[in-house]
Each structure stands twice: as structure tokens, then as C-alpha cells.
Nanobody
Framework: VQLQASGGGLVQPGGSLRLSCLAS????????IGWFRQAPGKEREWVSY????????YYADSVKGRFTISRDNAKNTVYLQMNSLKPEDTAIYYC?????????????????????WGQGTQVTVSS
């Protein structure tokens, strides 16, 4: 199983990027996907989540209204559209997948609940 995150880069404040998470070795239909990010010297934090069945989406307050997560199961890919980027969005962004049952309603915010991780893609927001 492999998750390959891509699409990062250098962008000016207010700009946009679209990250992709391509899954191989698993059928994405059955997996929930989360995006996390880790800035230098900080803990990895949850950014967004899309579930496997209804496609429900959730966002951290810091990105709500600016980021949009979506999935294309036919392409085995999940996207994170990031608009109105700010310098504080600078981080390595990771996608993660998990297909098991979780009793907690907000389990998706906990990075330890995910079984598969991508390698990360660097996003730098700077003028």
C-alpha cells in the first residue's frame, strides 16, 4: 500500500495550490482520508477529512472556508484545494488513510488512528 502526496510548492500569500493524494495497493472507496500538516518545530496537526461512504467532509477551524477536500474514487485520488493561503499554512502536508471502524465521533483528528501515510509534500507560502 502506498499513498503518494504531490502538488506542493512555493506560493505567495493569497495564492492557491491543489494537493493530490494518489493511493495504490488499496481501493480508496473503503477508506477514510485525512490531511495533516507539520510546520517546523511543531506537532503534526489535522487539517481536513473525508469519509469513505457519504463523502462527508470536516475541516480544522484554521482552514475552514479556504480549503476544500474532495475525492475521486475512480482515480483512487483525494484532493485538497487550498485557497487564500497564508504564511502560517507553510508546512509539510501529509495524507493518511484508514478503513477500520472508530467509536469516537472525532477520531479523524487523531493522527494515531490512521494506518497508512504518504510521504508528505512541502507547501511554502511566502512573498
Amino acid at each position: 500500500v502506498q499513498l503518494q502526496a504531490s502538488g506542493g510548492g512555493l506560493v505567495q500569500p493569497g495564492g492557491s495550490l491543489r494537493l493530490s493524494c494518489l493511493a495504490s495497493g488499496l481501493t480508496l472507496d473503503y477508506y477514510a482520508i485525512g490531511w495533516f500538516r507539520q510546520a517546523p518545530g511543531k506537532e503534526r496537526e489535522w487539517v481536513s477529512y473525508v469519509n469513505s461512504r457519504e463523502g462527508r467532509t470536516y475541516y480544522a477551524d484554521s482552514v475552514k472556508g479556504r480549503f476544500t477536500i474532495s475525492r475521486d474514487n475512480a482515480k483512487n485520488t483525494v484532493y485538497l484545494q487550498m485557497n487564500s493561503l497564508k504564511p502560517e499554512d507553510t508546512a509539510i502536508y501529509y495524507c493518511a488513510a484508514d478503513g477500520s471502524y472508530h467509536a469516537s465521533s472525532r477520531w479523524y483528528e487523531d493522527k494515531s488512528e490512521y494506518i497508512y501515510w504518504g510521504q508528505g509534500t512541502q507547501v511554502t507560502v511566502s512573498s
